[in-house]
């Protein structure tokens, strides 16, 4: 079957499976019967009852076929939340969403482009082992590829998440912290005796308008994401939680920053317990040795060749932080996690044969 063609068939079975975080359990099913169904190895492993879902990571094996080499190809099972069913249609070959749900092409599209590499790879002259890696929970914080408990042979891995145009790859991605602050005051009566209180709550307005939030610089952002607090309007407010995170490519600056929030944070009146940690590291691929076999697979397909830098996380964080040096590879998806998500089917099979290229070369 012509590639284009292939992508559009699984895509729209793919994206008719509902497999939200945690409930990936339609889309593992559809991966293993297709893996079955072509003879290739397949395991599902543990991942699923550690974080809870009703599915583990799926891995799929195709070995080598004259270099002793493996390569690991991953995309994510699960989406972020649904209104609905998905509803979709096609302008040309632009497969969209109608408006009333996300398409799910996040991440479905890299799936599809990773079942047709693996179903044709004799045939494309692809002599290295591959390693397909269907993660859980991606959406929610790369849980799946976290907790993944099966041993990989791959040293070398490409995710297809990023929705950067064909012949692109994220370059630089950012380390990721989240934290939490919960502040401690003081309840009192707030129309009898106010002064006796504590507000937690203006404490917590006080010291997050003391921090500068959203792009602090082109490599550096942070965010307050929930604010919860009090019990009632004639209260005041004896506890009051805020959560939020940071980002930056530059480790140095994102520790510098969680100082300052943090530093914020406990100045003010009321006692502060607070708490934060790691959500993943970042990654760094300039002066890669494979540039150049990138940039040849890019030219064989007519592309032009690009580092993307990228402010996103990604299953390439976590397999990075395990030793598996691996690429986001960009399969041109846009406008994810929006009801206005589409995909141009053209771009998607040219990010597929970039990919293809860069097997055959590697």
């Known amino acids: 079957m012509e590639l284009k063609e292939y992508l559009r068939q699984r895509l729209e079975e793919l994206v008719k499976l509902k497999a939200e975080s945690l409930e990936e359990r339609p889309v593992a099913d559809y991966i293993i019967s297709w893996a079955r169904e072509k003879g290739f190895e397949v395991v599902e492993d543990n991942a699923g009852k550690i974080a809870g879902s009703n599915a583990g990571n799926v891995i799929v094996r195709r070995p080598p076929r004259g270099k002793d080499k493996w390569?690991?190809?991953?995309?994510?099972?699960?989406?972020?939340?649904?209104?609905?069913?998905?509803?979709?249609?096609?302008?040309?070959?632009?497969?969209?969403?109608?408006?009333?749900?996300?398409?799910?092409?996040?991440?479905?599209?890299?799936?599809?482009?990773?079942?047709?590499?693996?179903?044709?790879?004799?045939?494309?002259?692809?002599?290295?082992?591959?390693?397909?890696?269907?993660?859980?929970?991606?959406?929610?914080?790369?849980?799946?590829?976290?907790?993944?408990?099966?041993?990989?042979?791959?040293?070398?891995?490409?995710?297809?998440?990023?929705?950067?145009?064909?012949?692109?790859?994220?370059?630089?991605?950012?380390?990721?912290?989240?934290?939490?602050?919960?502040?401690?005051?003081?309840?009192?009566?707030?129309?009898?005796?106010?002064?006796?209180?504590?507000?937690?709550?203006?404490?917590?307005?006080?010291?997050?308008?003391?921090?500068?939030?959203?792009?602090?610089?082109e490599e550096t952002t942070c965010n307050v994401g929930t604010i919860s607090g009090g019990e009632a309007d004639n209260i005041v407010a004896p506890s009051c939680k805020v959560t939020g995170e940071a980002r930056s490519r530059d480790e140095k600056k994102l520790m510098e920053l969680m100082n300052r929030i943090e530093n914020a944070f406990k100045s003010q009146e009321c006692e502060v317990e607070w708490r934060?940690?790691?959500?993943?590291?970042?990654?760094?691929?300039?002066?890669?040795?494979?540039?150049?076999?990138?940039?040849?697979?890019?030219?064989?397909?007519?592309?032009?060749?690009?580092?993307?830098?990228?402010?996103?996380?990604?299953?390439t964080n976590v397999f990075n932080a395990r030793g598996v040096k691996t690429f986001n590879v960009g399969i041109a998806m846009k406008k994810p996690h929006t009801n206005e998500e589409y995909i141009d089917l053209s771009e998607l099979a040219k990010s597929t044969e970039f990919l293809i290229e860069i097997l055959k070369r590697i």
């Open 71 to 217: 390569v690991m190809l991953c995309a994510h099972m699960d989406s972020v939340k649904l209104s609905g069913d998905v509803e979709y249609v096609f302008e040309g070959d632009v497969m969209k969403s109608t408006g009333k749900t996300i398409l799910s092409a996040d991440d479905r599209a890299g799936i599809a482009a990773i079942m047709y590499i693996f179903e044709n790879a004799d045939k494309l002259g692809i002599d290295v082992g591959l390693e397909g890696v269907f993660t859980i929970a991606e959406e929610i914080g790369l849980i799946g590829a976290k907790n993944l408990t099966e041993k990989l042979n791959s040293k070398v891995g490409f995710v297809l998440d990023s929705e950067a145009d064909p012949g692109s790859i994220d370059v630089v991605a950012p380390y990721h912290d989240k934290f939490e602050a919960v502040f401690k005051g003081k309840a009192s009566h707030a129309g009898v005796a106010p002064e006796e209180g504590k507000s937690a709550i203006v404490s917590a307005a006080r010291a997050i308008a003391a921090v500068e939030w959203g792009r602090i610089d």
């Open 276 to 315: 934060h940690e790691r959500e993943y590291d970042g990654y760094n691929h300039y002066g890669c040795e494979l540039e150049s076999v990138f940039k040849e697979a890019a030219q064989a397909v007519g592309v032009e060749f690009k580092w993307v830098p990228t402010g996103g996380g990604s299953d």
